[in-house]
């Protein structure tokens, strides 16, 4: 797959996900085909200011971490990046339209500002999603497990939905994938 087919998958995520990206975080957008690996997909993106530098940064959730994107022409590309499990808190403080965010992961704490408000509220919350249920987002985008079928093929037989034929047939099926 082709760089430009990456960045043109990851712009139509970001379309479904009625993300709107300014001019301003197009230079880091352009970044994440080399950042993102090809079966990770975003679930959510804002974009706002680090309170360090003032430098102009996206942040990202993606169904398996969070990355902070910064690219700039003089610096470079900086990228940082956080599994769930590595956040202990997330939040957000208004302020008329905008908010800043800030996470705490082990024992430091990131913060960016200039996120808009309804973004900031909407990421959080989507990253808090992540971290009190992570093991039901990373199976739901793959394939259930041979024990979750054994249990679903069960209820169906008790269900009546399955004869104890089929379910047997079905059960030797599973059972030889283990």
């Known amino acids: 797959m082709s760089e430009k087919s990456r960045l043109d998958e990851i712009k139509?995520?970001?379309?479904?996900?009625?993300?709107?990206?300014?001019?301003?975080?197009?230079?880091?957008?352009?970044?994440?085909?080399?950042?993102?690996?090809?079966?990770?997909?975003?679930?959510?993106?804002?974009?706002?200011?680090?309170?360090?530098?003032?430098?102009?940064?996206?942040?990202?959730?993606?169904?398996?971490?969070?990355?902070?994107?910064?690219?700039?022409?003089?610096?470079?590309?900086?990228?940082?990046?956080?599994?769930?499990?590595?956040?202990?808190s997330i939040q957000y403080e208004t302020e008329f339209l905008l908010a800043s965010i800030d996470i705490q992961v082990t024992d430091d704490v990131v913060e960016i500002d200039g996120v808009g408000k309804y973004h900031a509220e909407l990421f959080c919350e989507k990253v808090r999603d992540f971290m009190s249920h992570p093991e039901q987002h990373f199976q739901s985008k793959s394939e259930p497990s041979i024990l979750d079928q054994l249990e679903q093929l069960g209820r169906l037989k008790e269900s009546g939905v399955l004869s104890e034929e089929e379910f047997l047939d079905q059960k030797k099926k599973l059972m030889e994938k283990l």
């Not at 950042?35 to 996206?58: A, C, F, P, T």
């Not at 169904?63 to 769930?84: H, N, P």
């Open 12 to 88: 139509e995520e970001l379309k479904k996900l009625d993300i709107s990206p300014t001019i301003f975080a197009r230079k880091e957008i352009r970044e994440l085909p080399d950042i993102l690996s090809l079966d990770e997909r975003i679930v959510y993106l804002v974009e706002g200011r680090n309170k360090l530098n003032n430098h102009h940064i996206i942040l990202v959730a993606t169904d398996r971490r969070l990355i902070f994107v910064d690219k700039e022409f003089m610096y470079g590309l900086k990228v940082e990046d956080f599994s769930y499990s590595k956040i202990s």
